[in-house]
């Protein structure tokens, strides 16, 4: 447990060295706030806008940008140590394999909690002191919003564990990540909104929303809309609104999609060579 | 722990990768308090030997004891509080100080953090402790590496390339300090193929060619098994060698040149020393470096590599 700690403290202390934590904050921060104020800017007016429109379209950013920053974060987790002669080191050490690795996705983990917690935090802080909104109707909402990111997060950083413990150099595994994250993001879902227009609608009502707990930015979406079903949705979300997931099992379907990554790194991270 | 207890055995050891041998047959046993050099070329099954001492891989057949025990096992793990390892080239985390990062390795080893700053000190870099590893010299990071490996007073230090990037004053240290580590019972295994310098503080050297055994023995033993002469070169005027030496003699750059066999060094020594109008007179013995070349080439040239093989086993 100790050896845990220590791995994870340690990536802290490189993720607030390197600037990381700051620049995630700040990224973060500037969207939240920029959204919060600017949202409305398209309809004419600048300042506060609604509550339930302002997370919908920070959700929507987020789900690009959050998976992306865990990606770069995590990407050479791995193979970065190994090309360090880091990694050949610490197996020398009283320390296992999964240790090393647990604490080192425990430490990034703890970055991207972090740096969401204040940079999104901050968001709801100004929304809470400068808007009509008040601190009642922020905390829930704000708080959904906050732990599906910190989620999305973490997905990510263990699937970029994934790779990074499957390839032997640096920049592999920064071309897999990428495409990893376009996948997910944009492939994905193009793909299921082609099949729909394909097959002119004809694909099985009850089984389409279900496709869409195959990705994890989806589930990530439909958390945060499932909060606010009254917003007007477009796209592939509109479909999945008809069956309403409760949002247990939507933060239980994230769970399962971070517990997978976290044991499939593991057991390839156990089988790689020195 | 007795003075005949074997820290390292290795027993017919073979490692082989996707049918590639790197290494072949090895015995290897190494007591405590011993200062083992293991030389070779890059691919001579240095590394491959260190790694399976670590237990960081497994022999693909014969048998490797550490303490006694089975490193790879996982019940190992606890021995390797008292190992200390130095890989070649290792970088360190370029954005913490140097003492951090002495305080992380120190954290997961369990050894106090109080011990850092006197080990950085050791090595000389308590002044560049609080600096970011990224404005680290090779040497000095090199340094670092070292203080890493003598965390908590290690029984079995194993040191690859050690001195790569030291400076000659660093380097003297560095040995001195292996010196006393051994006085103290630790046993430490030096892998290098630079060589000079390094053969005052061995007790045995290992020779290693492509994954075979090539010489084993003390500096003297492995003089004798390769039967290199000494070298003699004589500068004077009008010098005239006693019959028995004036027929092996040329003139090269130096001077005259006498090559002897070790035996007969010493009544070589006598005559030449009277002889009218010499000057000055060098004797080259043979060094690990010709030794180790010597090995090498005779390992290279086709059928002897066996019987060296055999004669160093013996």
């Not at chain 1, 970029?160 to 595994?173: L, M, Q």
């Not at chain 1, 958390?223 to 609104?241: E, W």
């Not at chain 2, 023995?217 to 028995?244: E, K, M, V, Y």
Request: contains cysteine; hydrophobic residues 45%.
């Amino acid at each position: 447990m100790s050896a845990i700690f220590t791995v994870a403290n340690k990536e802290f202390r490189d993720g607030l060295r390197n600037r990381w934590v700051l620049s995630i904050c700040i990224i973060f921060s500037v969207l939240a706030i920029g959204l919060a104020y600017f949202g409305a800017a398209a309809a004419g007016k600048v300042g506060f806008t609604s509550l339930s429109s302002t997370i919908v379209s920070l959700a929507s950013l987020a789900v690009f940008i959050i998976p992306l920053i865990a990606l770069m974060l995590a990407y050479d987790g791995v193979v970065g140590e190994d090309e360090n002669g880091t990694l050949l080191l610490l197996m020398t050490y009283p320390l296992s394999r999964w240790q090393l690795l647990l604490g080192k996705m425990v430490g990034q983990s703890a970055v991207m909690a972090f740096s969401t917690l204040i940079g999104f935090g901050s968001s709801a802080i100004m929304m809470g002191v400068f808007s009509d909104t008040t601190w009642a109707e922020l905390i829930g909402p704000y708080t959904v919003f906050i732990f599906s990111s910190m989620l999305l997060g973490w997905i990510f950083i263990a699937i970029a564990y994934v790779i990074s413990a499957s390839v032997s150099e640096k920049s592999k595994a920064a071309g897999i990540a990428l495409i990893t994250w376009f996948v997910f993001v944009l492939v994905f879902d193009l793909g299921l909104l082609g099949m729909l227009v394909g097959t002119q609608g004809n694909v099985d009502e009850a089984m389409f929303p279900y496709l869409l707990l195959l990705n994890p930015t989806d589930i990530f979406r439909l958390v945060n809309i499932t909060y606010f079903a009254d917003q007007n949705l477009t796209g592939l979300m509109a479909i999945a609104q008809q069956t309403q997931f409760s949002m247990l099992s939507l933060l239980g379907g994230m769970l399962v999609w971070l517990a997978l990554p976290v044991t499939l790194a593991m057991a390839i991270f156990n089988r790689r060579g020195l | 722990m007795n003075d005949t207890m074997n820290i390292v055995e290795l027993q017919q050891v073979e490692k082989r990768y996707q049918g590639v041998t790197a290494l072949n047959k090895l015995n290897l046993e190494i007591r405590q308090g011993e200062v083992l050099g293991l030389f070779g070329h890059n691919g001579a099954g240095k590394t491959t030997t260190i790694k399976l001492i670590l237990g960081l891989i497994g022999a693909s057949s014969g048998q490797v004891k550490v303490f006694g025990e089975d490193p790879t096992q996982s019940e190992a793990r606890n021995l390797r509080r008292k190992l200390g390892f130095l890989q070649e080239n290792v970088s360190f985390y370029d954005q913490l100080t140097g003492l951090e990062v002495l305080q992380y390795f120190a954290r997961l080893k369990g050894v106090s953090k109080k011990s850092c700053l006197s080990l950085l000190e050791q090595v000389g870099l308590s002044q560049a402790g609080k600096r970011r590893v990224k404005t680290y010299s090779k040497g000095m990071r090199q340094r670092l590496g070292l203080a890493q490996a003598l965390l908590g007073e290690p029984k079995l230090l194993l040191l690859d390339e050690p001195t790569v990037g030291l400076d000659p004053i660093a380097t003297q240290d560095f040995y001195r300090r292996i010196e006393i580590l051994k006085q103290q019972g630790c046993t430490v295994i030096l892998c290098s193929h630079v060589l000079p310098g390094v053969e005052k503080y061995i007790d045995r050297a290992l020779i290693l060619g492509q994954g075979n055994l090539l010489a084993e023995g003390s500096i003297n033993d492995l003089r004798h098994q390769a039967s290199l002469p000494a070298t003699f070169h004589l500068q004077g005027r009008g010098l005239t060698l006693p019959d028995r030496w004036a027929e092996k003699a040329f003139q090269d750059e130096l001077g005259i040149r006498l090559d002897i066999e070790l035996k007969d060094k010493m009544a070589a020594m006598k005559q030449l020393v009277g002889i009218q109008g010499l000057d000055n007179m060098d004797i080259h013995l043979p060094s690990l470096e010709d030794l180790y070349t010597h090995f090498i080439e005779s390992h290279n040239g086709a059928g002897s590599a066996m019987n060296v093989t055999q004669e160093a086993a013996q």
